[in-house]
């Protein structure tokens, strides 16, 4: 049963810095796209950034985060990371890691920037917990 795990959530003040670790085990994140995704109370799921390991390794980043956010991925590691620098009170959710693969669809339903959406995924760690105080 593959199974992906996230580390690294907690506390922090607006302007600090954290950073989110997807760990994967019975999935090789070299054959999917992983993203993280992030949930506030009483909300949606939302995308925050993806990066296509499977392919040329291309990231995207939705708009509240681009600049902020950075996603990477080690491949040896089978580690995907969110570094998230000047957080803001807003960021505060609980975030979650998936994998997307694209194996699973049609080739004509795989555009360019596959993994952007949550549709894409059907594996999902049990999210991590990020709070920034004002």
């Known amino acids: 049963q593959a199974r992906l795990v996230e580390f690294g959530g907690g506390l922090a003040q607006a302007g600090a810095s954290l950073r989110l670790s997807c760990v994967a085990s019975?999935?090789?994140?070299?054959?999917?796209?992983v993203g993280w995704f992030r949930q506030r109370p009483g909300e949606d799921r939302e995308f925050v950034a993806s990066?296509?390991?499977?392919?040329?390794?291309?990231?995207f980043y939705a708009d509240s985060v681009k600049g902020r956010f950075t996603i990477s991925s080690n491949k040896s590691e089978n580690t995907v990371y969110l570094q998230m620098n000047s957080l803001k009170p807003e960021d505060t959710a609980l975030y979650y890691c998936a994998a997307a693969d694209p194996t699973s669809f049609h080739g004509s339903q795989i555009g360019s920037d596959f993994g952007t959406s949550i549709r894409h995924y059907s594996r999902w760690g049990q999210g991590t917990q990020v709070t920034v105080s004002s």
């Open positions: 990066t296509q390991t499977w392919r040329s390794g291309r990231t």
């Open positions: 019975r999935v090789f994140f070299g054959s999917y796209s």
